[in-house]
């Protein structure tokens, strides 16, 4: 059996307390409303509400307000504000001018920024007061609804097109809350001037630039930014497609990517990477095809646009592995005929060596008399004495 000491036992005590109050505070709440009263956070938590298209008290299913409207003219539609908790709250109505987000949703400004077709709505629910905001503060029962009265009215001067616009229930809490969080729920309008319609979708502002692999064996990177400007008059949606080649069309590459909404007069940012192999330059463009949005109908054609750019891809990593091998080669060689000059310089020098030494060691050759010559043909040459002649008797033939 295992035994433990008290002094054991107590260190593991401290350790084991430290481990909890650390977890304490790491898991501490970090929501915003965390810091309120309990009763704050509370009707935080136990408040639900919703705002939807109506006709009347009771919603109709849809999900937007859309309606086409003549300059100076206007509409009416209705929306209806429901409490689903258990106890009373009151909420904030206004409209503001609509926005894409940076997260490609439909959001609104603020509405003190509102400019446009958020000016031109205006909401009138019974029993409602405004603000010094000027937003429509309703309080609303428990488990009920409250039917809100939608005009849209554009002025004599509005340009034919897309107007978009939200229309907000912003949650009030009460006087005694600490509570800083802003709780919404909204509806859009889609507001169309009726009037010449100009579709257009431009890309803009293309910038590429080339990330190297350091491993020659491994394509490089092209980093593709730009902007898709809605330079019409609707909102579009768009279908984005980069593509890029180096010379006679060598090492191409596409890469495509989808932007759901674009209002008119903004732009939406894209960013696309694609592999390549360097080719010291390439050519590229980024084309846009316009689409139509939600249930938009868009009967005017809806026209393609294309931007070119240029970029260098320097094959840094394959110039390097050129210029390791060439220069391996190079210094090869080198030594290889190096080693061949030393082995026949040694070689030349042994023979030199040999032919001397062989020369050192024979004796000198002595002259010897011309070949035909004798002692006594010297001396008869000295004396001038012909030399003697012996004659041989002549026979005669005999007669038989």
Request: proline share 7%; aromatic share 4%.
């Amino acid at each position: 059996m295992n035994h433990i000491s008290p002094r054991r036992a107590a260190r593991a005590l401290v350790v084991t307390g430290a481990f909890l109050l650390c977890g304490t505070l790491s898991l501490g709440p970090t929501a915003a409303w965390a810091a309120a009263p309990p009763a704050a956070a509370s009707a935080v938590e136990q408040t639900t509400w919703a705002l939807r298209p109506a006709e009347g008290a009771e919603a109709d299913g849809r999900v937007s307000l859309r309606h086409t409207i003549d300059p100076g003219a206007a509409v009416t539609d209705g929306l209806v504000l429901t409490n689903f908790g258990d106890r009373a709250a009151s909420f904030a109505l206004f409209a503001s001018d609509g926005a894409i987000g940076d997260d490609g949703n439909f959001t609104v400004v603020s509405g003190d920024a509102a400019v446009d077709s958020g000016t031109w709505i205006e909401l009138e629910v019974r029993g409602a007061k405004a603000d010094e905001s000027g937003r429509t503060v309703v309080e609303v029962p428990a488990a009920s609804s409250r039917a809100v009265s939608v005009t849209v009215g554009a002025p004599e001067n509005a340009t034919p097109g897309d107007h978009p616009a939200g229309i907000v229930a912003e949650f009030v809490p009460g006087d005694d809350s600490s509570v800083q969080i802003a709780s919404r729920v909204g509806v859009r309008a889609h507001v169309r001037v009726a009037g010449d319609i100009a579709p257009s979708l431009e890309p803009q502002a293309v910038s590429a630039t080339y990330e190297p692999s350091w491993n020659p064996f491994a394509p490089g990177h092209v980093t593709i930014d730009y902007a898709l400007a809605n330079d019409g008059n609707i909102r579009l949606g768009a279908n984005a497609e980069a593509a890029l080649a180096g010379p006679a069309g060598l090492a191409g590459a596409t890469t495509s990517t989808e932007v759901r909404e674009i209002l008119p007069g903004t732009s939406a940012t894209a960013s696309q990477r694609v592999s390549v192999w360097p080719t010291v330059f390439m050519w590229g463009s980024v084309a846009a095809t316009p689409i139509a949005v939600g249930q938009d109908e868009v009967t005017e054609p809806l026209a393609d646009s294309l931007t070119s750019f240029t970029v260098w891809t320097i094959p840094w990593s394959q110039l390097a592995l050129i210029v390791l091998v060439v220069g391996a080669v190079v210094v090869i060689v080198r030594v290889r005929r190096g080693s061949r000059d030393r082995v026949q310089q040694r070689i030349d020098a042994a023979v030199a060596a040999a032919t001397a030494s062989a020369a050192a060691e024979s004796p000198a050759a002595a002259e010897s008399p011309g070949d035909g010559e004798s002692p006594a043909d010297d001396d008869a040459a000295v004396s001038g004495d012909p030399p003697a002649t012996t004659e041989r008797p002549a026979v005669s033939p005999t007669r038989r």
